[in-house]
């Protein structure tokens, strides 16, 4: 089952020409540093890969080996500096080392995208496997607590002090989705925690936000995301993975699903000097979804 074969035509927009022929002309990131936890992955990779377009020096954590990432990067800017480090954000020992060790190489820490997650089954709640609900909540927000807390204490220590940090929540958090009671309750614990972070950390002039990506595709996260919510067999969505496709664009006002390169415009904004007065906010790419 391709993934194109899931793209709406006719709708009401078009999605953005090819992130890789875009340029970032600008920037805005020179000489800063920033780690990007679920480095290897798609939302990770992308904002690497746009960091260090604009002038970041990246550091890539991932459970896996992220050195294929690693080279890609390097590859579409020559010279810049990437490190990739082996990381499992669920075990917090593992994450101070991490983190001690890009302190150590780039000599502070100016930004964090903490994307790490797993999107767990997608069953209804009386069925929902109680292991998997253990695994999504250890991940999604134990993990990403450990790599909010070593981070920001890097940053309050360093001089001059402070820094921005983007977590991805999900419209998971906002819309309650069907089927996804691991998922969307550790996604609405991320936006939750974010917002409390940046209130404990605004002293250190450390700002924290969020996105809350919805429907994003071509790829895996769409296909599997179709697929599974058709296997569910809920009353939410038809059991064929073709109509569920239209279904859940047919929930969008753009009637299209959004870009990888659109989730991570909003992220690389927040990041910088540009959202300087925000913190403590959650920008929902979602389409006109609400």
């Known amino acids: 089952m391709g993934d ?37 992955g798609n939302f ?20 896996v080996d992220p050195s294929k990432a690693k080279e890609e990067i390097q590859a579409s800017n020559p010279g810049c500096t990437v490190l990739g480090v082996q990381c499992d954000v669920t075990k917090n020992d593992e994450v101070e080392r991490a983190v001690a060790s890009v302190k150590e190489a780039f000599g502070r820490v100016d930004y964090l995208f903490n994307n790490a997650g797993y999107q767990g089954a997608f069953r209804p709640l009386p ?5 998997d609900f253990r695994r999504v909540l250890d991940i999604n927000v134990s993990g990403v607590f450990h790599v ?21 929540a999900s419209m998971a958090a906002h819309s309650g989705p069907p089927n996804m009671v691991a998922y969307g309750s550790s996604k609405a614990a991320v936006h939750h925690m ?11 002039d450390i700002r924290v936000n969020s996105v809350s990506p919805a429907f994003t595709g071509p790829g895996f996260m769409w296909t599997r995301q ?65």
Request: glycine share 10%; proline share 6%; aromatic share 6%.
């Open 44 to 63: 990770g990779k992308a904002c690497a890969l746009r960091m260090a377009s604009e002038g970041a020096k990246v550091a890539l954590f991932d459970l």
């Open 127 to 131: 069925d929902y496997p109680p292991d």
């Open 226 to 290: 179709v697929e599974l919510q058709a296997e569910a067999g809920s009353i939410h969505y038809d059991k064929d993975p073709k109509v569920v496709a239209q279904q859940m664009i047919g929930s969008t006002p753009l009637r299209r699903y959004g870009s990888v390169d659109e989730v991570i415009g909003p992220v690389t904004f927040l990041l910088s000097d540009d959202a300087s007065y925000l913190t403590g906010i959650d920008i929902q790419v979602t389409g006109g979804m609400n």
């Open 4 to 40: 194109r074969e899931y793209i709406i035509t006719g709708g009401y927009c078009h999605p953005p020409s090819d992130p890789a022929s875009s340029t970032h002309a600008r920037s805005r990131f020179k000489g800063k540093s920033i780690i990007v936890t679920g480095g290897a």
């Open 148 to 168: 909010l807390r070593a981070v920001s204490n890097v940053m309050k220590s360093q001089e001059p002090q402070g820094g921005s940090i983007v977590q991805t």
């Open 194 to 204: 974010t917002r409390i972070a940046a209130k404990d950390l605004a002293p250190h």
